[in-house]
Nanobody
Framework: QVQLVESGGGLVQAGGSLRLSCAAS????????MGWYRQAPGKQRELVAT???????NYADSVKGRFTISRDNAKNTVYLQMNSLKPEDTAVYYC?????????????WGQGTQVTVSS
């Protein structure tokens, strides 16, 4: 079964750091873009950061300079290092990946991990 499994969320004080991980597993023949999105209560899901299979990255303006996305292609894993966290970063964070499976390229989502930043 193909799936994305996230870990690393939790409760942290403002100014603190967290590192999220997302590992793809199952019968995967390739991985294209991987990324992180978040959804706060009452708000739409929004892009946080994306990383191409090469070295390309893209960030939301609200996290530039504080968050860093990286990936380990050998481990089919993408990371999100979050520093200088703010209460407004509180949300459920979802991993997204374009996976090549037997039927072609499919967009997969993780189950989400809660990040709560206290003031």
């Amino acid at each position: 079964q193909v799936q994305l499994v996230e870990s690393g969320g939790g409760l942290v004080q403002a100014g603190g750091s967290l590192r999220l991980s997302c590992a793809a597993s199952g019968s995967i023949f390739g991985i294209n873009d991987m990324g992180w999105y978040r959804q706060a209560p009452g708000k739409q899901r929004e892009l946080v950061a994306t990383a191409t299979r090469g070295s390309g990255t893209n960030y939301a303006d609200s996290v530039k300079g504080r968050f860093t996305i990286s990936r380990d292609n050998a481990k089919n894993t993408v990371y999100l290092q979050m520093n200088s966290l703010k209460p407004e970063d509180t949300a459920v964070y979802y991993c997204d990946a374009k996976l090549l499976i037997g039927t072609g390229w499919v967009d997969y989502w993780g189950q989400g991990t809660q990040v709560t930043v206290s003031s």
